[in-house]
């Protein structure tokens, strides 16, 4: 078979499988809600696309009897524990996170019990057992805001990020104890390829997002969640962009801003430009419609946990 007859199959496959989603969709009363770190076709094909705070929001105000939420386990527990009567599906059910998972609720609940009288904080970003031991969940779109809320001299513990809890610590003026995780994907930009990056292109701005390590933020223009970069980049007046957060992204900055260069930012010890995440890549179409079908795997979790963990959220909710 020819290449180009091989792209015409592939092209009328997908065309076949973006019909059966919108028509199962339907018949399901489903909706899909797409984080921007995944693939563009998901995104594509998305009712909605937005950062873990909006998917968070979004979740509440639908009226759909499904929500099939493209992104990681934990953004589909939030919208579980959020909406308890639904069924939230998370298309491939082994779509982890490596931030939530260098935070074990048990080991979690003994370092709170070494700290007394501290508030717990904790991101978004970890399992239902850990917000369950929590006093507020925030995002990156939200931490800064929800941080100050709280008297100055208030002693915090913050996880399980230390490169957000160190960024936010930063600009609060704040001592929070940190637990001591991090994401693989933004702790592996090179900061020696970014420089690289920023003489070729001078005229360049870098966006980071706030779970890359101090080093990197030192060089960027702007810090925040994918939401605050995306809309950082369409207001902005400048051209070029080096973007050292999950190459997913670029697909919707480039979307809004046709005349404007991205450039992803790379990773260490690797020939390759981007920097993926191959949790958030495990959603396909094929398992999208798939799950629509059988309307599995669905999101469980336990009743007690889900009691505990669905205050801290919304006390993020109302804070934000
Ligand atoms: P946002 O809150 O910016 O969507 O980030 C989620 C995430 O997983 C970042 O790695
Ligand atoms: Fe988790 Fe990092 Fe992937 Fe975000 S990019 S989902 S923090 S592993």
């Not at 609060?172 to 970014?194: D, P, Y």
Request: net charge negative; aromatic share 4%.
């Amino acid at each position: 078979m020819t290449v180009e007859k091989c792209s015409r199959n592939a092209e009328t496959e997908k065309t076949a499988l973006v019909e059966e989603i919108s028509r199962l969709k339907k018949e399901k009363d489903a909706v899909i809600l797409a984080h921007y770190y995944q693939r563009p076709e998901i995104q594509d094909i998305a009712d909605h696309i937005g950062d873990s705070l909006a998917l968070a929001r979004i979740a509440t105000t639908l009226p759909n009897r499904v929500i099939v939420l493209c992104g990681v386990h934990f953004m589909g527990e939030t919208a579980k524990i959020l909406c308890p009567e639904k069924t939230v599906i998370v298309p491939d059910d082994s779509a982890g996170c490596s931030l939530a998972d260098s935070c074990p609720a048990d080991e979690f609940a003994e370092f709170i019990k070494a700290h007394p009288g501290h508030t717990v904080i904790s991101y978004v970003n970890t399992s239902a057992a850990v917000k369950a031991l929590t006093d507020v969940v925030v995002t990156s779109g939200n931490a800064r805001k929800i941080v100050e809320s709280f008297p100055q001299d208030q002693k915090i513990i913050f996880g399980p990020d230390r490169n957000l809890g160190n960024y936010i610590n930063s600009v609060t003026g704040r001592n929070m104890l940190l637990w001591n995780g991090a994401c693989h994907v933004h702790e592996q930009f090179s900061l020696e390829k970014i420089v690289a990056l920023k003489k070729e292109h001078p005229s360049a701005q870098v966006l980071a997002h706030p779970e890359c390590p101090r080093h990197l933020l030192m060089v960027a223009d702007k810090i925040g969640s994918t939401a605050v970069l995306l809309d950082y980049a369409v207001a902005s007046d400048c051209k070029e962009f080096i973007v050292a957060t999950e190459s997913g992204i670029l697909h919707k900055m480039q979307a809004m801003c046709p005349d404007k260069t991205f450039i992803p930012a790379p990773p260490n010890d690797s020939t390759c430009a981007c920097n993926e995440c191959s949790f958030m890549k495990l959603n396909t179409l094929q398992k999208v419609a798939d799950s629509l079908r059988t309307l599995s795997p669905a999101i469980e979790v336990d009743e007690d946990i889900m009691d505990k963990a669905r205050k801290p959220i919304e006390r993020m909710l109302q804070l934000s």
